[in-house]
């Protein structure tokens, strides 16, 4: 009987009307939870992941757009380092084709300075060989007038005179370079 005393009196052990009463409370927690609070937490769950679901959908599509817009810059610096070497291979051509025209026009330019001199050495040489002639002519009029004693103001006379003088002193001159 101590025993079964000591039972009634147990702390641990809870009365019957302790359990019924803890047990009803414990089935209203269960119903609330499972009627009111579990929905609404599954549509908050629910909710968080279509919003992560979209999230993750919404950086993969920029992911994609920079991408894409990566590949354009890309392919866009590409045409552009194309195009600028394309330009500047034109810039050489047209350098070369320019410095070989300018290369022709001074050429030409100093062989038309070269003819033109030329051309004025020879019309200078022989205005200067008229002039000799003609000087030479007077002088040796005026000697050989001394030298034979007579005039010879005759002009057919005095251009055989000049003539023949001349011829000797080619003559002369040509034996002397032999």
């Known amino acids: 009987m101590a025993v079964l005393a000591a039972e009634e009196n147990n702390p641990l052990i809870p009365h019957t009307y302790e359990l019924v009463v803890g047990s009803f409370a414990f089935l209203l927690v269960l119903v609330v939870v499972g009627r009111i609070l579990v929905p609404r937490i599954q549509k908050t769950l629910a909710e968080r992941t279509e919003a992560i679901e979209g999230g993750i959908k919404k950086a993969e599509d920029a992911q994609a757009e920079a991408r894409a817009t990566l590949e354009e810059y890309r392919a866009k610096l590409a045409e552009a380092r194309h195009e600028a070497a394309r330009m500047r291979e034109e810039a050489r051509e047209q350098a070369a084709q320019i410095k070989a025209e300018l290369r022709e026009e001074a050429q030409a330019e100093a062989r038309r300075l070269v003819e033109a001199a030329h051309a004025q050495i020879e019309a200078d040489r022989l205005q200067a060989f008229t002039q000799l002639r003609t000087e030479l002519g007077r002088l040796s009029t005026e000697?050989?007038?001394?030298?034979?004693?007579?005039?010879?103001?005759?002009?057919?006379?005095?251009?055989?005179?000049?003539?023949?003088?001349?011829?000797?002193?080619?003559?002369?001159?040509?034996?002397a370079v032999r």
């Open 143 to 175: 000697l050989a007038a001394r030298i034979v004693g007579e005039s010879l103001e005759d002009p057919a006379r005095q251009s055989r005179v000049v003539d023949r003088f001349l011829e000797e002193l080619e003559s002369t001159g040509q034996a």
